[in-house]
């Protein structure tokens, strides 16, 4: 590794992409391209740094495959940045286990690093934790060592446990602050924000009021029966009964709860459940029907009681009933909230992370945009969407689906 070269990557490790472009701004050689490519990416011109790295690792020859995966690693790490998590993330387990097989474990912990950040994002929680648990902090630069403790505050904060999160979050403080790079203390501050701020609502009979992530962890803890219409499940205590393949269930035991104590009206559950507003008999039998459904499911945690106006929630041992709600509800929410950590995101992207068709995900953007809610930006193959106004609140910390199945 000649001087320029060598200065040049300590430049960019400690944060400082102009510096770098000074030294090999002029080259065309594969080393300085993909440092060329790498500054490119932290100045924000994500496109450019794409055609950098690929050229530098064209130019690199056979018997580079260690420099040639650490371009794959980059251009992976910018498809990330890009919310383009499909195809182009392909790469990045061989590159890893090149680097690994090739003595570079510095490098090949940052690869698996980003494969559990990418995890993270499309709510393979699991997978995510697994991932981030085989990597040894110690040995990761200290730039991408920020970055494993976000990750580890991120999958702590979708868990709902409060604790580890917040010791996550200190310790990326700290690697941030060692490093002195501003802009990853900036995205420690913000992930201390989404810690603080109001995740869900909570909602009874007289009252409805924004919650944090601490109180949401208290209530799931607590003596009451819990119906979380944030994943679709009934909860008290430990016991959990999951309803997200059951929506009209869920949606009986939702109305039921926001009456309780008192009982909800058999035209209520009706509406609710079938969005039926003129019922004729056959919705009315059906409603008997999933009633009785209802109480099978629910029977570990609560009975359905049959009033003169229509049915009340007996809970067996809880003290009270509440329900847990996201921030906002409304057509096409769970595509909002993936968008309003403000970052660009791809039709394809957010299809992988809510686990439907790339149709269905077209279709609410559309509709999105017609609303005024979702910008477009770009065209084609570069088409991004980005929220129009991103929420003062973290709304897919407790989104349903994939984030729970990991």
């Avoid at 009986?252 to 009206?265: I, Q, T």
Wanted: charged share 25%; hydrophobic share 50%; proline share 5%.
């Amino acid at each position: 590794m000649d001087s320029l070269i060598g200065a040049a990557a300590h430049a960019l490790a400690a944060g400082d992409p102009l510096a770098a472009l000074k030294r090999v701004a002029l080259r065309d050689d594969p080393p300085a391209l993909a440092l060329r490519g790498i500054a490119m990416a932290q100045l924000g011109d994500l496109a450019r740094a794409k055609i950098l790295l690929r050229a530098a690792a064209r130019g690199f020859g056979p018997g580079e495959a260690t420099a040639r995966a650490r371009c794959q690693v980059a251009e992976a790490e910018i498809a990330l940045v890009s919310r383009d998590l499909g195809t182009h993330m392909e790469t990045l387990g061989t590159a890893r286990a090149t680097l690994d097989a090739q003595g570079d474990h510095a490098n090949a912990a940052h690869a698996a690093y980003l494969e559990a950040r990418r995890l993270l994002l499309i709510g393979r929680i699991d997978q995510a934790e697994q991932r981030l648990g085989k990597i040894d902090p110690a040995i990761l630069p200290l730039a991408s060592r920020t970055g494993y403790w976000l990750v580890g505050a991120g999958i702590a904060m979708r868990r709902i446990r409060i604790g580890p999160a917040r010791e996550a979050i200190a310790r990326a403080g700290r690697a941030a602050a060692e490093a002195g790079i501003p802009a990853l203390a900036a995205e420690v501050r913000a992930a201390s924000r989404s810690l603080e701020a109001p995740a869900a609502r909570l909602i009874t009979r007289d009252d409805t009021r924004l919650v944090g992530l601490g109180e949401v962890e208290a209530l799931i803890g607590s003596n009451i029966l819990l119906i979380d219409a944030c994943r679709n499940a009934v909860r008290a205590g430990a016991a959990v009964v999951p309803l997200a393949s059951r929506p009209v269930l869920f949606a009986l035991v939702r109305a039921l709860a926001e009456a309780w104590p008192g009982d909800a009206s058999r035209p209520a559950l009706l509406e609710r459940a079938f969005r039926a507003r003129d019922a004729d008999e056959s919705h009315r039998a059906r409603l008997r029907v999933e009633i009785g459904r209802l109480r099978t499911a629910l029977r570990p945690l609560a009975k359905v009681a049959a009033t003169r106006n229509g049915f009340v929630l007996v809970p067996n041992r809880a003290a009270r009933v509440v329900v847990l709600a996201p921030p906002v509800e409304g057509p096409h929410d769970a595509v909002l909230a993936l968008l309003a950590d403000g970052e660009s995101w791809s039709s394809s992207a957010l299809a992988l992370a809510l686990d439907v068709s790339a149709r269905s995900v077209q279709r609410a953007l559309e509709a999105l945009a017609a609303a005024g809610k979702v910008d477009r930006v770009g065209r084609g193959r570069a088409c991004r969407w980005m929220a129009a106004n991103v929420p003062g609140f973290p709304t897919s910390l407790l989104l349903p689906g994939p984030l729970l199945r990991g």
